[in-house]
């Protein structure tokens, strides 16, 4: 079983849309949980990042930890064009960071 | 400006001839480390440095050597590159500290091996 597994994709969606993005992981130790943005042809940036169980809001996104069900999720609001990227989440291991395989997005006008 | 840069940005190579990819972090960041991203497999860490001196590796190190003699500096060695080592690399950086681990990632390097 991998430690993060993530639906690829890709997820076309229209202008305004609610977004709702989903890793689940295997490990019930791990405590900080992030999403990272892709644009094409860039390196993935950190976009927002969460400890332990909750919620937390920044703008339109909005990142939820369930650590019961081992489900993390990423929700955008509003959706624009701009935000038509790869979607990575990760989890934090101490030395190392573990990376989902991508959702790639694309919201059309 | 805060970044990590690498060179080269793009790269066609031939099967066993060997190369470099620099990599390098103005920011004064202890950790540094090297991942591949394939589709379908995500990024997967090849080796990683918590300081000067000090490397490991990651998940997938075979075919890979890394040194790490100065804090900015972190290259990543193909001594006889395979196409299997075909592959988008990223060099990532970050302060080590008690809490998350944000990384700042370099632009990539698309490499090819014929």
């Known amino acids: 079983q991998k430690e993060v597994e993530q639906d690829p994709g890709p997820l076309s969606v229209p202008e305004g849309a609610i977004v709702s993005l989903n890793c689940t992981y295997s490990?019930?130790?791990?405590?900080?949980f992030m999403w990272y943005r892709q644009y094409s042809r860039k390196g993935p940036e950190l976009l927002m990042y969460t400890y332990s169980s909750g919620n937390k809001e920044d703008g339109r996104f909005t990142a939820q930890v369930d650590k019961s069900s081992k489900y993390i999720s990423l929700f955008i609001r509003d959706s624009q064009p701009s935000d038509s990227a790869t979607y990575l989440c990760a989890i934090d291991n101490t030395d190392k960071l573990i990376f989902g395989t991508g959702t790639r997005l694309q919201v059309f006008p | 400006e805060a970044q990590v840069t690498q060179n080269p940005r793009y790269l066609i190579t031939v099967t066993g001839k060997k190369l470099t990819v620099t990599c390098s972090q103005n920011?004064?960041?202890?950790?540094m480390s090297w991942y591949r991203q394939d589709p379908g497999l995500g990024l997967r860490q090849i080796y990683y440095s918590m300081n000067v001196e000090v490397t490991d590796k990651g998940d997938v190190p075979e075919g890979y050597k890394v040194s790490r003699k100065e804090k900015r500096n972190f290259p990543l060695i193909l001594e006889s590159p395979s196409p299997n080592q075909t592959s988008l690399y990223f060099c990532?950086?970050?302060?080590?500290?008690?809490?998350?681990?944000?990384?700042?990632f370099g632009p990539g390097t698309r490499l090819t091996v014929l």
């Open positions: 920011m004064n960041h202890e950790y």
């Open positions: 490990n019930s130790a791990f405590q900080y």
């Open positions: 990532a950086s970050s302060l080590i500290r008690d809490s998350y681990n944000e990384q700042f």
